[in-house]
Each structure stands twice: as C-alpha cells, then as structure tokens.
C-alpha cells in the first residue's frame, strides 16, 4: 500500500491520499483550445499521490515510477528548466501560490504507474489532479473541481510551456464511472453520457511515445489562433473556431493560406462529432459511432496532420475486425494511443488477434487493453 511505502521513505504516514484517472477522448480532438466540445472519458488507471506537512517549507517529491527525489521550489520559480515529471509539480505548487493558496513545506510520493507516460492518455492530468487533490485534503481547503481544473491548466500552460486546453484536467477532475462526458470546453457544462454495456472502449497503445513540448502541438494551436484573426476580417463576432460554421470557413477561403484553411476545417467539423457521438450511444447505434471515429481519425491524418504511420496503421487493421464498430487516434496525436469501439462480448478475440497483427506489420510491440470510464480524482484509504 502507498501508505505503507510512504512511511517507509519518509518515516511518518501520510496525511492524504488521492488518485486521478488518466482519460481517452472518444472523440472531438483538439477543438477544446478552440472553445469547441468533447467526448472524453475518464478510465480506470490512475496516478495517486501520497502527502503530508513538512517542517522545512521544503516540497520534496520522490517519483515511484522514475525512482527519482527531487527538492523543489515552491515561490521564486517562474517556468520550468525541463518538462520532465517535477515540473508539474513545481508548476501547481506555483500557480497554488499565484492564485493566493499558500503551499507549506510537503512530502509528496507519486505513484503513476497505472497511467504511462507520453501514450496520449493524459498522464499529466492525472498527475495535476491526484497533486491537487492529496494537496487540498492536507491542507485542509474545500475541493471545488472545476476550479483546479483551471489550476492546472495554467500550470501546464504558464510554467510547463504546453499549451494544453481544458478538457484533460476537467475529465481526470470530474469523470464518473460508466460514463463519458460531453463538455462544453468554453462554459465547462458537462453532460454525462453512459456507455452501453454492450461496447467497450479498447485501448490500442502503438508502443512509440511523444512528448508535447518536442511536436508540432503548440503550432497546431497557433495557427488555429491565426485562422481566427483573419476569420474576423469578415466575420469580428468570432470569438474561437468553435464559433465558425461551415458555410463561414467556406466565405474566409480567399483570407486562409492552403494549410490554414484544412487545420480549420477539421475543428470546424470535428467540433459537430461529439453531440452525435454522444445520440449514436444512446441509441445503440455502434455502426454510426464508428463511422463517426472513422471520420475523425481521417481528419486528423489528412487535414490536421498529427496522426502518424503507427497509429494509422493500429486503425487500420482494428477496423478489419468483424467485431470493431470503428477506430481512431486519441490525444493529441503525433505517436501513442489509439482507441476502438469493439463488442463486449468479443473483446478478448479482438485483442488476441489485431495485436499480433499490428506487431507483425510494424514489428514494434504493442500494448492492447479494455478500459471502462471511472471517476475522477478522488480521496483514498491508507
């Protein structure tokens, strides 16, 4: 047990414990920088963080899954040196200190071996959340989700240098078992939405891993910014992309370089896929959800040119499973996880096959598994 561990590496128990789920997105893939909406899901693997008051006014942080301590600063920094896990930390601790949340001295233990690192699962939300939580508890201020949600979206944002959007640390917050959730990344309203027992969400890990800070993510972003400037040229309500109808995007094409205008279509259609995700799953209607996924991984490779060789391909021989509704990328792209919608009832089959076959076509080992939705950051037992 954490607290056991905890004990044994700091020689007191612990005063909080929490745990955070990492999280797929079924679908709507980089619209929340753009205001727009998503479909994610907080899955049952999770990164738990252990704490308790030192005397110090030092935070020192061990790391389970680098095995490594770090001794942080808490005030005086202002971004961080590297992206490496610390950095997370030294960033929520600051902005807990900008927001007028004084952060005293802290043992922390952190045990993220449930969520991998770099697989577009959202380890660092994970990671945001559990520290926020554990935090919260120890020092003894009311949980209020949304709000360190916020939090943690600026730490990644302002000292980790990732311009990261909300719907990572809101699902790892706020999930709830059995359900997705459908959030407005511009009000933050959340409607849950459960998933049929009859499909289970299968997590196709390709096996190569990328880091936010070393892709072309940030200039995804910027050129989505871009696109807006000159959207309002002829539109100047246009607050997002989240804002642009099709018929807009079409009238702005004389005003977009060639690349701009097909990183804009994508949002701008991708941003109607999660409502109908979201009615195809209450139907029943699996055959449409995964013609939607289908639709979205096509985007994502040929427009917004983030998928990669590997992911493509893990699609690729996923959807020529007979029990395979559909398949797409999920994160943010450019390596790590991929996600099908297969039948329950079949899902062991599912795996046995289509990971070999991925691995003997890539000759890179892959990591398959079913995951189901879970709830979001949370206290723990000792």
């Known amino acids: 047990m954490i607290g056991e561990r905890f004990r044994r590496y700091f020689g007191v128990w612990p005063l909080a ?85 004084r952060v005293p001295g802290m043992s922390l233990l952190i045990s993220g071996q449930g969520v991998p690192t770099g697989a577009g699962l959202s380890s660092s939300a994970a990671l945001l959340m559990a520290l926020a939580r554990a ?33 990572d640390p809101v699902a790892s917050a706020a999930g709830r078992s059995g359900n997705a959730m459908l959030l407005d990344c511009r009000s933050l309203e959340v409607t849950y939405v459960s998933v049929p027992s009859d499909v289970t969400i299968v997590v196709m890990d390709t096996g190569m891993r990328r880091a936010l800070s070393e892709t072309e993510y940030n200039d995804r972003r910027a050129t989505c910014d871009a696109a807006i400037r000159q959207i309002r040229l002829i539109a100047p309500d246009v607050r997002a992309l989240r804002d642009v109808s099709p018929s807009l995007l079409e009238s702005a094409v004389p005003l977009l370089p060639a690349t701009m205008y097909l990183r804009a279509k994508h949002v701008v259609e991708e941003n109607a896929r999660p409502k109908a995700l979201a009615l195809a799953l209450a139907a029943g209607d699996f055959d449409a959800a995964g013609r939607l996924m289908n639709a979205s991984h096509a985007s994502l490779r040929e427009r917004y040119e983030v998928s990669s060789i590997h992911l493509d391909i893990i699609c690729d021989v996923a959807r020529d499973h007979f029990a395979c509704h559909g398949a797409r990328m999920t994160g943010a792209g450019f390596g790590g996880c991929a996600i099908a919608l297969v039948r329950t009832k079949d899902v062991d089959q599912f795996i046995r096959q289509v990971q070999p076959q991925y691995e003997a076509r890539t000759y890179q080992r892959a990591t398959f598994f079913a995951v189901k939705g879970d709830d979001g950051a949370r206290l723990e037992a000792s």
């Open 135 to 167: 935090l919260s508890s120890a020092m003894r201020i009311g949980w209020e989700p949304l709000k360190m949600a916020r939090l943690a979206q600026r730490a990644e944002n302002d000292f980790v240098g990732v311009h990261s959007g909300i719907m």
């Open 17 to 101: 414990i929490a745990s955070a789920p990492g999280r797929v997105n079924l679908i709507g893939e980089h619209t929340d920088y753009n205001d727009g909406f998503v479909l994610p899901m907080a899955i049952d693997r999770r990164v738990t963080v252990a704490a308790a008051p030192r005397v110090d006014d030092q935070i020192v942080a061990f790391s389970e899954e680098f095995n490594e301590q770090k001794k942080l600063p808490v005030r005086g920094a202002t971004s961080a040196p590297s992206r490496a896990w610390d950095a997370y930390v030294t960033g929520l601790c600051r902005t807990l200190e900008a927001s007028g949340i």
